[in-house]
């Protein structure tokens, strides 16, 4: 059928990176293979209600075995860079010490197939699969979690820096540290709010020691990491919803990215900061956070509406859900906004030290379902092609965007979601590890066909 394209690849740039991310724990598998140790999402999803139908990480999509074969996906839907992560259980099974000779040779070979067809790689070194041996000894809350994370990184660098010179340091902290420590719902499964804040100092630590690691080691090397961001809307404009929708911000938005950037903690809502601070936490060694990134990712999926909320510790705030406001919205319920995904990426572009972005996941679930071996998945084309005029307009402001990639190649394990919630361009059926490309993929490939011809209809 005919797809009509408003925008065309070229119009990026030549040089643009268009790319798919996966992840290790969502898609390797493996889990117990070649010496690889558990890591916290292997133990974390065995917990009863943990996970949508109790599913685990495994077998995923047994990337471990077919990496050859979804490859050959990446390159024939067009993309020219992959972006995936590095297991540290596969790596340091022991979480520190001597590293995995079998699981340097595997991610050898997953950065050589890359390379070999032409695919620049991305490396991600820590997407939320903590070693559980670490976790053991207090995870991200440990005062030796970055030495650890030093010392993985100083591993990877050094086993695949002659290859891989695009590096991002650490996948979305305040996801993993707000889910993981303080609410409860990712693993470990901690509900504390001094763990959330010990794992937050500790993680802004690990996103610059880890990316200075990276340069000394990396001749170079192009060093980034990702934060999760979104618009946040006041519900209404009464004084209290907007104090909320600050704190929310701050939170969600600024707590990672600002001592990168060397302004420290944020501390402009000082109600905030100081119940954090009576908790003990000493927000010091602000030079340490400092690391002059060559690019940030940003991955933005919604915007949240908030309201304030008495009721909620800290932050005096819940989102209002997009069914309940009757906007468009995702099988996830989350809204989608192309109009907010401009906004909050036009916001950190005016942070003085940012020098390029990249969008580093960008996607949607829906309920998608395969018939006589199609999935149609119309939803899914126009979400992407929404995003990506939306994109191109901010280049067309001069913005530095040099990158774009969908969230995700295919169907996966999605962390509490488990396998219910499906983002990929292809199918998979994971009884079978049977794969399917859909609509969406097809889209993909015609868009990327035409990078360079400068052709806007294209027939799929």
């Known amino acids: 059928m005919p797809v009509e394209h408003p925008l065309s690849a070229q119009m990026f740039g030549d040089d643009f990176h268009f790319g798919v991310a996966i992840s290790a724990a969502q ?15 292997d133990v974390f999803s065995r917990k009863k209600t943990a996970t949508r139908k109790g599913a685990g990480p495994y077998p995923a999509c047994d990337f471990y075995h077919r990496y050859k074969e979804d490859l050959l996906l990446v390159k024939a839907l067009g993309f020219n860079s992959f972006r995936f992560s590095i297991s540290w259980s596969r790596i340091l099974p022991d979480g520190s010490g001597k590293a995995n000779p079998a699981g340097i040779a595997y991610y050898n070979d997953v950065i050589n197939e890359c390379l070999r067809l032409g695919l620049t790689p991305f490396v991600t070194i820590y997407h939320w699969d903590l070693p559980q041996v670490l976790q053991q000894e207090g995870g991200w809350v440990s005062p030796l979690i970055n030495r650890w994370f030093r010392h993985f990184a100083r591993i990877c660098a050094k086993a695949f820096g002659d290859r891989v010179k695009n590096w991002l340091i650490l996948n979305e902290p305040a996801a993993f540290t ?19 804040l010990k794992s937050v100092q500790h993680a802004v630590l690990a996103q610059s020691e880890g990316a200075a690691m990276i340069r000394a080691q990396v001749p170079g090397a192009r060093i ?26 701050l939170l969600m938005n600024r707590i990672f990215i600002e001592p990168l950037l060397g302004m420290g903690f944020p501390e402009d809502d000082r109600g905030l900061m100081e119940k954090m601070n009576r908790r003990n936490l000493t927000w010091k060694h602000a030079e340490k956070m400092q690391f002059g990134m060559d690019f940030i990712g940003l991955q933005n999926y ?19 859900k997009a069914s309940d406001r009757k906007v468009p919205h995702t099988s996830l319920g989350w ?6 995904f401009k906004n909050i990426i036009r916001r950190f572009s005016q942070y003085d030290g940012i020098k390029e972005l990249m969008i580093t996941e960008n996607g949607a679930a829906f309920k998608d379902s395969l018939n006589r071996g199609r999935v149609q998945d119309d939803a899914r084309i126009a979400y992407y092609r929404d995003h990506l005029t939306a994109l191109l307009q901010l280049k067309q402001e001069g913005m530095n965007i040099t990158g774009y990639f969908a969230w995700t190649l295919m169907d996966n394990f999605e962390w509490a979601e488990g396998y219910e919630a ?15 490309i859909k609509d969406s993929g097809y889209w993909w490939r015609a868009f990327l066909e035409y990078q360079g011809k400068g052709q806007h209809a294209v027939r799929i």
């Open 422 to 436: 499906r983002f990929g361009l292809v199918h998979v059926d994971h009884a079978t590890q049977v794969r399917t």
């Open 224 to 249: 980034g990491t990702t934060f999760s961001c979104s618009e946040v809307i006041p519900f209404s404009s009464r004084e209290e919803d907007l104090a909320a929708a600050s704190r929310v911000d």
């Open 27 to 41: 898609n390797e598998g493996a889990i117990l293979e070649d010496g690889r140790s558990h890591s916290v999402w």
């Open 335 to 340: 809204e989608i906004n192309p109009g907010a």
């Open 302 to 320: 919604f915007p949240v509406v908030i309201k304030h909320n008495p009721f909620i510790p800290l932050v005096q705030a819940s989102p209002v």
């Open 178 to 196: 707000t889910l993981g420590y303080l609410v409860g719902k990712h693993a470990p499964g901690k509900r504390s709010l001094d763990a959330y």
